[in-house]
């Protein structure tokens, strides 16, 4: 959702702001806007493409700026609504992620004092107010504005006649990037990593002055010092490297996603997961939160541990669980979340903070808000995931979600060293197995030629592979826009039959586990309805071929382990229908990378 960046150097802003918009796409955005200070401000703004408003914008004179990609909230995408907004006096410009709860009565009462408003945005009361309070201390009216207002934000203030970006956080990501004699502040890493690799994570309530050669970070009027990171990720892990969509580089990264997050922890489990949470809670049950995507791996997590180790567990989606969870007693949770910015995730997490349960968060970025709520981060060493299409990350997250199931095992009893000691095993065998599918994806790109033409799609999945099913018709769906629904295969019969028909393909997700008879059954049933159906098989299967229209084979790997192989050929499913359809792959539309608000 909403990208900012700020500058202040010794160089042009423009060329540099444009260039960091431009990394933020991928958060999605529908408008984008820029500003640079000099004598006064200058903006300009649109509802259009970053490379286009770089293309349309006039030069901008000035070394000190803001910049913005918008994902409506407030009013619709337009050249009015669109960031930065400026105060009655054109003097102050603002960029704002995240949503002013109480806008509504603020904008009323400035209103009523002569603020006179332009956009329909929330965004604009945080101009005025700003305005109101400004008496030639940017910093100090910035302070004073935010006491007035409820809601999310991360800003960045500009002032025409100071030479300083002023920023504030709460509960929406910021972070400030450290140059030489120039410094940043940005929505995230991958808008710095052309410039800098060394930031500073904000905190909710910080507020802060970053000047050319200064960076102050004030709580509760106090300045404080907070901590320099060094980033690990690298500029190039963020561009295409040749591909034709960040979509595929990721999917084709998969192999070494796994090595890289099983090397991680399968050398120092202990020293990951303080074991004591898990001997704490023995076998009370375990909550599992996530959204989108990642509570798809939250659901194979649930089977998992519930399968192998017996424990009673529980998958939630946060926005649901946030308003009626409160029954519900646990004193472990994991939150599994690739951003670690969604704001679902983040309110369920404090929440049961309050209630003093542990949080375990399993997240791919460091330093992000979800990490410094828990009270312990397992990290997915995905690199930077730029398609707003999760793939590469949902890999990393069953990864660590074996692992955990591993180490729990060794907690649990000696007995159960054997089984972690077999996962391991098969853990090990799977960048191999991922490989063979991404060297042998002709079968795949047959099928979505097929699937390309059509408008309606189900999945079908039973045990581990119905939260695949889910995931392969939420992939499709959402980069396709071939309307897509995923089913436990058994429920097919209870309401969606009455769908099918000749048009309306199914594509079946087989492991060879308990369920398999289920399925073949399941097949055969949708085979009598005339619905064409693809089955995704293991390489032993000769079988269930001869009954369907398609088939999909994925290399033999123990059933626990299918998810992972049945999840890449349905990704590389998704992208080549989408290829096909000639979509904007990377960045559908209305979507966001990250969703920072409820
Ligand atoms: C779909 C997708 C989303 C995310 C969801 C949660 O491809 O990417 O469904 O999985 O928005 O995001 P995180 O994992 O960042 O909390």
Redesign the pocket.
């Given at each position: 959702m909403c990208g900012i960046i700020g500058y202040i150097g010794k160089r042009q802003a423009q060329p540099i702001l444009l260039h960091s918009l431009a990394k933020l796409e991928y958060r999605g955005y529908d408008s984008c806007g820029i500003a640079v200070a000099s004598s006064g401000i200058q903006i300009y703004k649109d509802a259009v493409r970053v490379a286009e408003l770089a293309k349309a914008s006039p030069q901008l004179d000035g070394t000190i700026g803001i910049a913005h990609t918008r994902w409506a909230t407030h009013g619709e995408p337009s050249q009015v609504n669109a960031h930065p907004h400026c105060d009655c006096t054109s003097r102050l410009a603002v960029v704002h992620n995240g949503v002013i709860n109480n806008y509504q009565s603020l904008r009323e009462q400035l209103t009523s004092e002569g603020h006179k408003f332009i956009s329909e945005t929330d965004t604009e009361v945080i101009s005025h107010l700003v305005e109101k309070y400004y008496h030639g201390n940017l910093e100090k009216a910035v302070a004073a504005a935010l006491s007035d207002v409820e809601g999310s934000y991360a800003i960045i203030v500009l002032a025409a006649d100071e030479p300083k970006l002023v920023f504030a956080k709460k509960d929406s990501p910021l972070v400030i990037g450290i140059g030489d004699r120039e410094n940043f502040a940005a929505s995230d890493v991958p808008a710095l990593l052309d410039y800098t690799n060394r930031v500073i994570y904000l905190e909710d309530g910080d507020i802060g002055v970053v000047t050319e050669d200064s960076i102050k970070v004030i709580r509760d009027s106090k300045e404080i010092a907070r901590e320099e990171h060094k980033v690990l990720w690298s500029a190039e892990q963020a561009q295409k490297g040749g591909y034709e969509h960040f979509m595929l580089k990721e999917i084709h990264e998969q192999p070494k996603v796994i090595r890289d997050t099983l090397g991680e922890y399968t050398q120092v489990p202990q020293q990951i997961v303080d074991l004591e949470i898990m001997r704490d809670t023995g076998k009370e049950p375990l909550l599992i939160l996530?959204?989108?995507?990642?509570y798809h791996a939250g659901l194979v997590g649930k089977y998992l541990i519930e399968e192998l180790l017996r424990v009673p567990a529980r998958a939630e989606i946060p926005s649901e669980f946030n308003y009626h969870g409160h029954s519900f007693t646990t004193r472990l949770t994991i939150a599994?979340?690739?951003?670690?910015?969604?704001a679902d995730?983040l309110k369920a997490m404090k929440m049961l903070k309050e209630a003093g349960c542990k949080v375990i968060a399993i997240s791919n970025v460091v330093g992000s808000t979800a990490t410094r709520i828990a009270d312990q981060t397992i990290y997915t060493r995905a690199g930077p995931e730029i398609s707003?299409?999760?793939t590469k990350?949902f890999i990393a997250q069953l990864m660590v979600l074996y692992w955990l199931v591993m180490v729990y095992s060794k907690v649990y009893s000696k007995a159960d060293a054997k089984r972690a000691a077999d996962m391991l095993l098969g853990l090990r065998q799977l960048p191999s197995k991922v490989q063979q599918i991404l060297d042998n994806d002709s079968a795949i790109l047959k099928c979505a030629k097929y699937l390309s033409s059509y408008e309606n799609v189900f999945f079908a999945g039973r045990g581990i592979n119905f939260p695949i099913a889910l995931e392969g018709a939420?992939?499709l769906k959402?980069i396709s826009y071939i309307h897509a629904e995923g089913y436990a295969a058994g429920e097919l019969k209870h309401g969606p039959f009455a769908l099918l028909s000749a048009d309306t393909p199914v594509v079946a997700v087989v492991a060879k586990d308990n369920t398999y008879e289920a399925m073949l059954t399941n097949i055969k049933e949708v085979k009598a309805r005339r619905a064409p159906v693809i089955a995704l098989v293991g390489e032993e299967d000769e079988t269930i071929e001869k009954i369907v229209d398609l088939v999909i084979t994925v290399p033999r790997v123990n059933a626990i382990f299918s998810p992972v192989v049945n999840t890449v050929a349905l990704q590389l499913l998704a992208y080549y229908t989408a290829r096909q359809r000639g979509c904007s792959i990377d960045f559908p539309r209305n979507l966001a990378?990250?969703?920072t608000v409820e």
């Open positions: 996530a959204c989108g995507t990642s599994v979340t690739q951003s670690g910015e969604t995730t707003v299409a999760a990350s939420l992939k959402e990378k990250s969703v």
